[in-house]
C-alpha cells in the first residue's frame, strides 16, 4: 500500500494473499466492522501508520480465512523517528494467527486498548518497544502464549485480562515485564 487508504466497512471483507505491506509515511485507516481474512502465511506489515479504530458495537476483525492458525498476523515496526501520527488499534479482535501482533520500534504513543487476541499461537510480541509502550483493556484468551517478547521494563500491561491462554506472560529473562495494577 504506497498511498493512504481506507478499507471501509462497504467493501469488506478484505483478504491479504502474502506480505501486504503498509510504506513508510503512509496510513491505512481501517472503519469499524471490518472483518480482513489473512491467507496462509499471509500477514498486515505495517511500516507507516495503521488507524484500526472500531466501536463496542462494531469491532474490527482480522482472522484467518481457513479457520485454522495459518496467518502470521499484523508486524507493526514505525519508526520513532517517523513523521506519521502514531498508530492506533481499538475495538479490534485478533483471532487464529501464528503471532497475532507484533510490536517492533514503534512510537510510545500508539494506542493499544479494548483489544480482543484469541486464539493465536502468539498473541502478542513485543520486540525493542519504546519507553512508554502501554497495553490497555486488552482481552487475551486460548492463545498457547498470551504475551512475550523483549521489553526492558517499558511495556505496561494495564486493566487486561488473561483467560485460558496455556501461557499468559512469556519473558525474556533479560527483560521483565511491568503488568501494572488490576
Not at 503512509?26 to 480482513?36: E, H, N
Not at 487464529?96 to 493465536?120: I, P
Amino acid at each position: 500500500i504506497e498511498q493512504d487508504t481506507i478499507w471501509a466497512l462497504d467493501g469488506s471483507p478484505f483478504v491479504l494473499i502474502g506480505q501486504v505491506v503498509v510504506a513508510a509515511d503512509v496510513t491505512l485507516t481501517i472503519d469499524p466492522g471490518v472483518q480482513v481474512g489473512g491467507t496462509a502465511g499471509s500477514s498486515l506489515a505495517v511500516n507507516g501508520t495503521l488507524r484500526a479504530v472500531g466501536t463496542l458495537e462494531q469491532r474490527i476483525i482480522f482472522t484467518s480465512d481457513t479457520g485454522l492458525q495459518d496467518w502470521s498476523g499484523i508486524h507493526l515496526t514505525t519508526s520513532a523517528q517517523s513523521t506519521e501520527p502514531p498508530s492506533a488499534l481499538r475495538f479490534v479482535t485478533i483471532e487464529k494467527a501464528t503471532r497475532g501482533f507484533k510490536w517492533d520500534l514503534t512510537h510510545s504513543g500508539t494506542e493499544f486498548a479494548d483489544n480482543q487476541l484469541d486464539d493465536n499461537r502468539v498473541a502478542l510480541v513485543f520486540d525493542n518497544p519504546i519507553d512508554g509502550t502501554v497495553v490497555q483493556r486488552s482481552v487475551f484468551t486460548n492463545n498457547h502464549i498470551a504475551v512475550t517478547g523483549k521489553t526492558r521494563n517499558l511495556v505496561g500491561i494495564y486493566e487486561s485480562d488473561f483467560w485460558n491462554n496455556e501461557i499468559n506472560l512469556l519473558p525474556r529473562p533479560e527483560s521483565p515485564y511491568d503488568c501494572g495494577q488490576d
